[in-house]
């Protein structure tokens, strides 16, 4: 017994109510991604932290440019262990002598935004509702509540990650552990 409001794709209610209590969101908008410039060893093989050399894992995607996927091409995706080659699709990334691979917390673990979700409609009570949103993962939110009870409260969970001796604004050499999330 909840409504409100959802998105296209999404199962569930985002924003909404159920008998017994009431919730809205906004964005946070935090800096939840980091880009690692990573050497080159050689066409397969790039140097990780501590200088580490590791195969790219590949993997081809067929791309849709239509609905009906008459019309597809496929690609090849090189993942990292601080995630996917982006330099691979963005030109103005492309070097010789390496590459640069984007982390984002989104990715970075199994989602559990859906659970979460399922949870907070069946929830009745603000306790309910803070242990529903404590598996929330990403994107950061800011989530509002009211019952039928009188309480209001706050929640803004989400993976927002800790960094080591940076801020998140320029890419870190990726090949030293020197500049790795310690946290959430």
């Known amino acids: 017994d909840v409504a409100g409001v959802s998105f296209p794709g999404v199962p569930g209610i985002v ?25 080159l060893v050689d066409a397969d093989h790039y ?7 590791r195969a790219f894992e590949a993997r081809e ?8 996927c008459a019309d597809a091409t496929t690609m090849t995706v090189r993942t990292t262990t601080q995630g996917p080659v982006i330099s691979d699709v963005d030109e103005r990334l ?11 917390t989104a990715t970075d673990a199994p989602e559990t935004l859906l659970d979460a979700f399922f949870a907070v409609t069946r929830a009745h009570s603000i306790a309910e509702f803070h242990d529903a949103l404590s598996v929330y993962g990403t994107p950061s939110q800011n989530f509002v509540y009211a019952d039928v009870s009188g309480n209001i409260g706050y929640q803004s969970p989400g993976k927002i990650p800790v960094r080591a001796g940076v801020d998140g604004q320029i890419p870190v050499p990726g090949w030293t552990d020197e500049y790795e999330w310690t946290g959430y």
């Open 15 to 39: 924003l909404g109510h159920n008998a017994t209590i009431a919730w809205g969101v906004t964005n946070v908008g935090p800096d939840v991604q980091d880009l690692a410039k990573l050497p």
């Open 47 to 53: 140097r990780d932290l501590d200088g580490t050399v």
């Open 61 to 68: 995607e067929r791309l849709c440019l239509d609905l009906a």
């Open 94 to 104: 492309a070097s010789a002598d390496a590459v640069y691979a984007v982390r984002w």
